[in-house]
Nanobody, 120 residues
Framework: QVQLVESGGGLVQAGDSLRLSCLAS????????MGWFRQAPGKEREFVGSIAWKSGDLNYADTVKGRFTISRDNAKNTVYLQMNSLKVEDTAVYYCAARTSPVISTYTYWGQGTQVTVSS
């Protein structure tokens, strides 16, 4: 089991920056990849980006590429999502998730989410 706890959400204005954190505990050695997802009201959950736990390999959704940056601190078992140039449409509940298999793409473990609200 891997437990995930997000923090850092809040209310900001368009153009501002915000950094989310995701603290992992439990069987973190089994983690292959950590992902960030978001879900806006009335919309389906969407992929934001992910980072390989060991190699640091990154990928991002086109909607956030160039504005959002994912990083990790393995010593602290923490993954970060740095969000710059925030837009109103970035408003959503943001979730971090852990994937344990390099073959199966399913994210098995999820945090409770943190709300990000961007006002105009």
């Amino acid at each position: 089991q891997v437990q995930l706890v997000e923090s850092g959400g809040g209310l900001v204005q368009a153009g501002d920056s915000l950094r989310l954190s995701c603290l992992a505990s439990g069987r973190t050695f089994s983690t292959y990849r950590m992902g960030w997802f978001r879900q806006a009201p009335g919309k389906e959950r969407e992929f934001v980006g992910s980072i390989a736990w060991k190699s640091g390999d990154l990928n991002y959704a086109d909607t956030v590429k160039g504005r959002f940056t994912i990083s990790r601190d393995n010593a602290k078992n923490t993954v970060y999502l740095q969000m710059n140039s925030l837009k109103v449409e970035d408003t959503a509940v943001y979730y971090c998730a852990a994937r344990t298999s390099p073959v199966i793409s399913t994210y098995t473990y999820w945090g409770q989410g943190t709300q990000v609200t961007v006002s105009s």
